[in-house]
């Protein structure tokens, strides 16, 4: 193998697949870069077996030469030195020079570099894309999907298959679901995408999809999105993000979503949202962080929240609007908030069905959004 | 590696190749056998055999997952080892953590648990769910020396395969070549069938101590004096390892009667005591072969008084006795 590669090209790919570099692994190709060319470029690839992350530089682009190919080849190079020599490289090109035995020459100005590399037969095979089955949706859409969802996956790793979030594609509707059993995040959103493509049940780690929303662009470019067998692959215009998928199956979500209330209120997202902070200011140390809230048919709600060894808290908010029955309710604060901050809309709309039963939060403008949280029994 | 190779283990071998033909692999297997029965290479073995690109029951040791296996590659086989000295509750999390995601490549995922006794309690419990409930296709191998060491939740989700023990030969072989005395090699294969064990014997000093003694009991034996007597209650009653010396000293001394009864009938390949045909050459001519199988006899009922508490002094003076008088 025999290339030479632009520097700063070189230390962006770099800079991107090294996200899924695991530090530490048990399997020890895991550790490093695998690089490879092919007559359209060069392609790295990294990854810890939950992610991987490949990023093609191309040939050339807008007459700026990037790669040129002299030999055909790959290798794995170990990520920790790579990205340093790399990045503190005298000159605009690199030279990248391997041998029959993975010794690998870095040459750039007049620098040179020898480092021991791998096979890259070791590498772990990606799964083959099938071009045609492949939906889009904006990147700018995704990520604020995956921002509003992922907050609420489990943490704990007793039930494995909620620290995911759940997809399903029907029609052209996506929707996300995750849930720590103690509350849930649904979203929905419109994509580009064949009847036949329909597919449930597909679990992503919310922890993958959190490193990919850090690779994302903030632009409107489609992103186009294969599922198959084990993974899932994002595709962008360089990069390609895979993951893992989580076994099993999910729960049934649909049927702890209650489709009527006793009483419903709409409030002012920011007051209310205030309001939860102040509240939660003196339970926070405590362990469940639990707020009171009062819904009298006057229109103020009162928040209030004590801790026996601190002190009390009373907050009073004005209610928009109120249909229903007069109700007192306690809730962990920290899902209210978590809630309240991923909400985009001004105005919010909360569905209680009693003291004892779950509760829906959805922005007035936009149905696509619901949230569920599971109140908490006090005996005050 | 095939199959083929795991000839030390053919019975289990069959079964494991047979169960992947018929494609009635267990979810769970225990490997249970002594120290250097081929465990590892068993396991090793079944799991290329499963991931294999082949799929015919057996391994290849060319194609990529094969090669994977064999450099610690691969992204679907996991081996799990003692971290110290034994297996901590966070590599159990950390493999169920793996197994809750889909398998990177294949359909299928494998993992090993060396020296599965070595596991704290708690990781064993935590493993205990996990065993009973594999999310897909995932195949367990536990190995382990001490089968009674597990839990036995853990022993009951299990299939449990018994490995044999090495032949003689290879035994003596393995320890041979590293670097032990053939002779005291030979006689502690004979006196005990675990690997571990006949090492240990080897590399103790009173253990070629009493080997020596032996020829100078039996020596004192034939010359029909007292000496035996002295010789006995000064040397071998008051022996630093009590009564369990004594069995061995027996043992020694069992073996090394059968090598001169060997010595007479000329079947030198079975002798134990190689190195020292010189002194067996000159005791066989004061001996008959009657009195050799005779005196077998004697010292097998002595070790079997001794194992029922007989008082070892008395129990000894008497197989002396015995021995010369017949």
């Given at each position: 193998?025999?290339?030479?590669?632009?520097?700063?090209?070189?230390?962006?790919?770099?800079?991107?697949?090294?996200?899924?570099?695991?530090?530490?692994?048990?399997?020890?190709?895991?550790?490093?870069?695998?690089?490879?060319?092919?007559?359209?470029?060069?392609?790295?690839?990294?990854?810890?077996?939950d992610?991987?992350?490949?990023?093609?530089?191309?040939?050339?682009?807008?007459?700026?030469?990037?790669?040129?190919?002299?030999?055909?080849?790959?290798?794995?190079?170990?990520?920790?030195?790579?990205?340093?020599?790399?990045?503190?490289?005298?000159?605009?090109?690199?030279?990248?020079?391997?041998?029959?035995?993975?010794?690998?020459?870095?040459?750039?100005?007049?620098?040179?570099?020898?480092?021991?590399?791998?096979?890259?037969?070791?590498?772990?095979?990606?799964?083959?894309?099938?071009?045609?089955?492949?939906?889009?949706?904006?990147?700018?859409?995704?990520?604020?999907?995956?921002?509003?969802?992922?907050?609420?996956v489990s943490t704990t790793e007793t039930r494995p298959i909620l620290t995911g979030?759940?997809?399903?594609?029907?029609?052209?509707?996506?929707?996300?679901?995750a849930t720590d059993s103690h509350?849930?995040?649904?979203?929905?959103?419109?994509?580009?995408?064949?009847?036949?493509?329909?597919?449930?049940?597909?679990i992503?780690p919310g922890k993958s999809?959190?490193?990919?929303?850090?690779?994302?662009?903030?632009?409107?470019?489609?992103?186009?999105?294969?599922?198959?067998?084990?993974?899932?692959?994002?595709?962008?215009?360089?990069?390609?993000?895979?993951?893992r998928?989580l076994n099993g199956?999910?729960?049934?979500?649909?049927?702890?979503?209650?489709?009527?209330?006793?009483?419903?209120?709409?409030?002012?997202?920011?007051?209310?949202?205030?309001?939860?902070?102040?509240?939660?200011?003196?339970?926070?140390?405590?362990?469940?962080?639990?707020?009171?809230?009062?819904?009298?048919?006057?229109?103020?709600?009162?928040?209030?929240?004590?801790?026996?060894?601190?002190?009390?808290?009373?907050?009073?908010?004005?209610?928009?609007?109120?249909?229903?029955?007069?109700?007192?309710?306690?809730?962990?604060?920290?899902?209210?908030?978590?809630?309240?901050?991923?909400?985009?809309?001004?105005?919010?709309?909360?569905?209680?069905?009693?003291?004892?039963?779950?509760?829906?939060?959805?922005?007035?403008?936009?149905?696509?959004?619901?949230?569920?949280?599971?109140?908490?029994?006090?005996?005050? | 590696?095939?199959?083929?190779?795991?000839?030390?283990?053919?019975?289990?071998?069959?079964?494991?190749?047979?169960?992947?033909?018929?494609?009635?692999?267990?979810?769970?297997?225990?490997?249970?056998?002594?120290?250097?029965?081929?465990?590892?290479?068993?396991?090793?073995?079944?799991?290329?055999?499963?991931?294999?690109?082949?799929?015919?029951?057996?391994?290849?040791?060319?194609?990529?997952?094969?090669?994977?296996?064999?450099?610690?590659?691969?992204?679907?086989?996991?081996?799990?080892?003692?971290?110290?000295?034994?297996?901590k509750i966070d590599q159990i999390r950390g493999l169920q953590k793996e197994f809750s995601l889909?398998?990177?490549?294949?359909?299928?995922?494998?993992?090993?648990?060396?020296?599965?006794?070595?596991?704290?309690?708690q990781a064993?419990n935590s493993l205990l769910k996990f065993?009973?409930e594999?999310g897909?296709?995932?195949?367990?191998?536990?190995?382990?020396?001490?089968?009674?060491?597990?839990?036995?939740?853990?022993?009951?989700?299990?299939?449990?395969?018994?490995?044999?023990?090495?032949?003689?030969?290879?035994?003596?072989?393995?320890?041979?070549?590293?670097?032990?005395?053939?002779?005291?090699?030979?006689?502690?294969?004979?006196?005990?069938?675990?690997?571990?064990?006949?090492?240990?014997?080897?590399?103790?000093?009173?253990?070629?101590?009493?080997?020596?003694?032996?020829?100078?009991?039996?020596?004192?034996?034939?010359?029909?004096?007292?000496?035996?007597?002295?010789?006995?209650?000064?040397?071998?009653?008051?022996?630093?390892?009590?009564?369990?010396?004594?069995?061995?000293?027996?043992?020694?001394?069992?073996?090394?009667?059968?090598?001169?009864?060997?010595?007479?009938?000329?079947?030198?390949?079975?002798?134990?005591?190689?190195?020292?045909?010189?002194?067996?050459?000159?005791?066989?001519?004061?001996?008959?072969?009657?009195?050799?199988?005779?005196?077998?006899?004697?010292?097998?009922?002595?070790?079997?008084?001794?194992?029922?508490?007989?008082?070892?002094?008395?129990?000894?003076?008497?197989?002396?006795?015995?021995?010369?008088?017949?």
């Amino acid at each position: 193998m025999h290339l030479q590669i632009h520097r700063d090209q070189m230390t962006h790919a770099i800079n991107d697949v090294s996200k899924a570099v695991s530090s530490r692994t048990t399997i020890p190709i895991l550790t490093g870069i695998k690089i490879s060319s092919h007559s359209e470029g060069i392609t790295l690839t990294a990854s810890d077996s939950d992610i991987s992350i490949e990023y093609t530089i191309p040939l050339e682009e807008d007459g700026n030469l990037f790669v040129d190919i002299k030999q055909h080849g790959s290798i794995v190079l170990p990520a920790r030195y790579l990205n340093d020599i790399i990045r503190k490289l005298p000159s605009e090109f690199v030279e990248l020079h391997v041998n029959d035995r993975f010794l690998s020459t870095i040459r750039s100005g007049r620098s040179e570099f020898n480092l021991n590399g791998l096979d890259a037969e070791d590498f772990p095979r990606l799964p083959q894309i099938e071009e045609e089955k492949v939906f889009s949706i904006q990147s700018d859409i995704l990520k604020m999907m995956i921002k509003q969802t992922a907050f609420a996956v489990s943490t704990t790793e007793t039930r494995p298959i909620l620290t995911g979030i759940m997809w399903a594609l029907e029609g052209d509707q996506l929707q996300f679901v995750a849930t720590d059993s103690h509350r849930l995040a649904k979203r929905q959103a419109t994509v580009e995408a064949l009847p036949e493509l329909a597919f449930e049940n597909i679990i992503i780690p919310g922890k993958s999809l959190l490193e990919l929303n850090k690779i994302l662009p903030d632009n409107d470019s489609l992103i186009d999105i294969v599922v198959t067998d084990n993974q899932i692959l994002f595709k962008t215009d360089r990069i390609l993000f895979y993951s893992r998928l989580l076994n099993g199956t999910y729960p049934d979500v649909n049927r702890i979503i209650p489709s009527q209330s006793k009483t419903n209120i709409i409030l002012n997202t920011k007051e209310f949202l205030h309001a939860i902070e102040r509240a939660s200011l003196l339970a926070k140390d405590g362990k469940n962080n639990v707020v009171k809230c009062s819904v009298d048919l006057g229109g103020v709600m009162e928040i209030s929240s004590t801790s026996p060894e601190v002190g009390k808290v009373t907050d009073e908010i004005e209610i928009k609007s109120i249909e229903g029955e007069e109700l007192k309710i306690s809730f962990n604060a920290k899902y209210m908030l978590d809630t309240l901050r991923v909400m985009d809309s001004e105005e919010v709309q909360i569905s209680f069905t009693g003291a004892m039963s779950p509760f829906i939060i959805q922005p007035t403008d936009a149905e696509q959004m619901l949230y569920l949280i599971l109140p908490v029994r006090t005996y005050q | 590696m095939s199959w083929q190779e795991c000839s030390d283990q053919q019975r289990i071998a069959t079964i494991l190749r047979q169960s992947i033909k018929n494609d009635r692999v267990a979810h769970a297997y225990l490997f249970a056998g002594g120290r250097g029965v081929g465990k590892r290479r068993v396991a090793m073995q079944l799991g290329k055999s499963l991931l294999c690109l082949r799929q015919d029951g057996d391994s290849c040791d060319q194609c990529h997952h094969c090669l994977r296996i064999n450099s610690g590659n691969h992204p679907d086989f996991h081996l799990v080892e003692p971290d110290g000295a034994s297996i901590k509750i966070d590599q159990i999390r950390g493999l169920q953590k793996e197994f809750s995601l889909r398998a990177v490549e294949s359909k299928r995922k494998v993992y090993i648990l060396d020296h599965a006794d070595k596991m704290t309690v708690q990781a064993a419990n935590s493993l205990l769910k996990f065993l009973e409930e594999p999310g897909s296709e995932v195949t367990a191998i536990l190995l382990t020396e001490n089968p009674h060491q597990m839990l036995p939740t853990i022993l009951s989700r299990c299939q449990v395969m018994h490995f044999a023990e090495l032949p003689f030969e290879k035994r003596v072989g393995l320890l041979k070549s590293e670097g032990l005395y053939e002779p005291l090699v030979r006689n502690a294969c004979q006196i005990t069938a675990d690997l571990g064990q006949a090492r240990e014997l080897c590399q103790a000093e009173w253990f070629a101590q009493f080997r020596n003694q032996v020829l100078q009991l039996n020596e004192d034996v034939l010359e029909k004096g007292s000496h035996a007597l002295v010789g006995l209650q000064e040397k071998i009653v008051k022996n630093d390892q009590g009564t369990q010396g004594i069995s061995n000293l027996l043992d020694l001394y069992i073996y090394w009667l059968r090598d001169i009864l060997f010595f007479h009938m000329d079947r030198k390949q079975d002798i134990l005591n190689l190195d020292q045909l010189e002194a067996m050459g000159r005791q066989a001519l004061r001996c008959s072969k009657t009195w050799l199988l005779r005196a077998i006899q004697i010292v097998m009922g002595t070790k079997d008084r001794l194992a029922r508490h007989a008082n070892p002094q008395l129990t000894l003076e008497r197989m002396i006795i015995e021995l010369q008088e017949v």
